[in-house]
């Protein structure tokens, strides 16, 4: 099913992460905002005026149509899987560190074994 204008709105507004944002750059409340998205309303010729000023990346013939490419330049992803693949990497990267940091912990206790000169030169 094609996407209506109201609903390439929403996309719009997620790319901006927060609807306050969109809608100050676009001279609407963030009420009206989320008025049109859930009514499925239609956009007044002013409002997309200001849209393709506030947005030169976008593509107004997507915006008004659905065809082609949306011009936004983050990830095709809705933001909520963003956010959850930053989280798993930032997970995984601790994991990581805190895997290194027992190797670190480990190589320290053998050189002080076996090469208690080396130990005390680099103060381990």
Same mark, same amino acid.
């Given at each position: 099913m094609k996407q209506t204008i109201a609903q390439r709105l929403k996309i719009l507004a997620e790319y901006e992460v927060k609807q306050i944002k969109l809608a100050q750059k676009i001279d609407l409340t963030p009420q009206a905002i989320s008025k049109t998205i859930s009514e499925d309303r239609m956009i007044r010729s002013d409002t997309l005026e200001n849209i393709a000023r506030a947005y030169p990346e976008l593509n107004m013939r997507w915006f008004l149509t659905g065809e082609?490419?949306?011009? =936004? /330049?983050?990830?095709? #992803?809705?933001?909520?899987?963003? #956010?959850? /693949? $930053?989280? #798993?990497?930032?997970? =995984?990267?601790? #994991?990581?560190?805190? $895997?290194l940091e027992g190797e670190i912990r480990y190589l320290k206790f053998l050189v002080k074994k076996h090469c208690k000169e080396l130990a005390e030169r680099f103060e381990l």
């Amino acid at each position: 099913m094609k996407q209506t204008i109201a609903q390439r709105l929403k996309i719009l507004a997620e790319y901006e992460v927060k609807q306050i944002k969109l809608a100050q750059k676009i001279d609407l409340t963030p009420q009206a905002i989320s008025k049109t998205i859930s009514e499925d309303r239609m956009i007044r010729s002013d409002t997309l005026e200001n849209i393709a000023r506030a947005y030169p990346e976008l593509n107004m013939r997507w915006f008004l149509t659905g065809e082609g490419e949306s011009g =936004l /330049d983050r990830s095709a #992803k809705p933001l909520t899987e963003q #956010k959850n /693949d $930053l989280t #798993k990497e930032l997970e =995984l990267k601790t #994991k990581v560190i805190g $895997l290194l940091e027992g190797e670190i912990r480990y190589l320290k206790f053998l050189v002080k074994k076996h090469c208690k000169e080396l130990a005390e030169r680099f103060e381990l």
